[in-house]
């Protein structure tokens, strides 16, 4: 079997939600495990969470589903509510909560006409201008789904365009709501999400939404932003090395002659690529965590391979473990290596890696 693995720490998972739980007392935690629990698998972290989250926050019916044929009794929030007239059935048959967020959902649930009342997010347009009602129209769209629609109850919703430490653009949002909504807190509303959640109170309302810092990273894409937070990793990407090479100065690694050798040295190869998930267009600062050292990656990242420097740790050998991210190398810098996020990195890990809960 090709040795690399994904390792979910479930204890970690069950840590950082509780620290949630200490942030949030006033408030109900949606959980969100939408893109697979952000590639750790809804099977490997619903039933870790299921105690301790007030309801899960998915994408696609297909996750909802999965959830209710779990056992799940709790509220299920679909966070873009449906995507067609036909997806109505099966919300209705499993009692899902929906985000409406455009006029066409609106009308689709008029024409679909249930006796059965109907749980709903309005999703306000605040200043993200992705999804979403103008908060100028938003009285008038909640008066006419109240009269024509058969609603058990209305929540308002939004999402911050921006919601860094010392973000300002969380309060003008806020803001741009109560002047639309002069009684909008007699509403139930879930306003914040990961990064409102640690740093901005206020926003915090009736229900977060809690993603990424669940599964250890930070909003920010900075792992000092969250380090005092005490919350933990819960991917840990590992392999082995499968071969070692002796090379010589002037010698070259990978494809592209991507590094140039100075000098005599090892090098390992390990069980690892872009086709796994791994980001190819990380920069040459790029470290990997082995036999207690962090070392760095030479030259390319290949589909299935990644070559590492052992100049410096002379106990590696074929079979010796490597992180590539987790606990001793933080998948921010990684993310940050690859001018991307910690979020995509997470989502982006291949099915063909497997998935082992620790």
């Not at 299920?76 to 059935?89: A, H, P």
Request: include cysteine; hydrophobic fraction near 40%.
């Amino acid at each position: 079997m090709r040795p690399i693995t994904v390792i979910i720490n479930t204890n970690a998972l069950k840590n950082n939600l509780k620290i949630i739980k200490n942030i949030t007392l006033n408030s109900k935690i949606w959980s969100v495990l939408k893109s697979d629990a952000y590639g750790h698998g809804i099977k490997n972290i619903y039933p870790f969470i299921n105690d301790n989250s007030d309801g899960f926050a998915v994408l696609t019916l297909d996750e909802a589903i999965y959830l209710r044929t779990k056992g799940c009794n709790k509220p299920i929030l679909l966070l873009e509510g449906f995507f067609s007239e036909k997806e109505l059935f099966l919300i209705y048959k499993y009692y899902l909560t929906i985000t409406i967020h455009s006029k066409w959902q609106i009308n689709a649930l008029i024409k679909y006409r249930s006796y059965c009342p109907i749980n709903i997010y309005i999703k306000i347009n605040s200043g993200m201008n992705r999804l979403g009602f103008d908060t100028k129209k938003i009285l008038k769209i909640i008066n006419f789904i109240k009269n024509n629609i058969n609603v058990s109850k209305i929540s308002l919703m939004t999402h911050f365009s921006e919601a860094t430490i010392n973000s300002y653009m969380i309060k003008k949002q806020i803001t741009k709501i109560k002047k639309s909504i002069k009684n909008y807190n007699t509403f139930s509303c879930s306003f914040a999400n990961s990064a409102a959640l640690l740093w901005h109170k206020y926003s915090h309302y009736n229900w977060i939404r809690t993603g990424i810092i669940l599964y250890g990273a930070s909003p920010t894409g900075k792992w000092k932003d969250i380090k005092d937070k005490k919350i933990q990793p819960v991917m840990t990407l590992k392999s082995k090395i499968i071969s070692i090479q002796k090379i010589y100065p002037g010698d070259i690694v990978g494809y592209n002659c991507g590094y140039y050798s100075n000098q005599k040295r090892r090098i390992g190869i390990i069980a690892c690529g872009y086709a796994d998930g791994y980001p190819r267009n990380i920069n040459d600062k790029t470290f990997v965590f082995i036999k207690g050292i962090k070392t760095k990656i030479l030259g390319t990242v290949s589909m299935d391979m990644i070559a590492i420097d052992l100049l410096n740790i002379p106990k590696a050998k074929i079979g010796s473990s490597v992180e590539l991210w987790g606990n001793n190398i933080k998948i921010d810098d990684v993310a940050k290596s690859a001018n991307t996020i910690g979020y995509e990195l997470m989502c982006s890990v291949s099915k063909r890696v497997p998935r082992i809960l620790k």
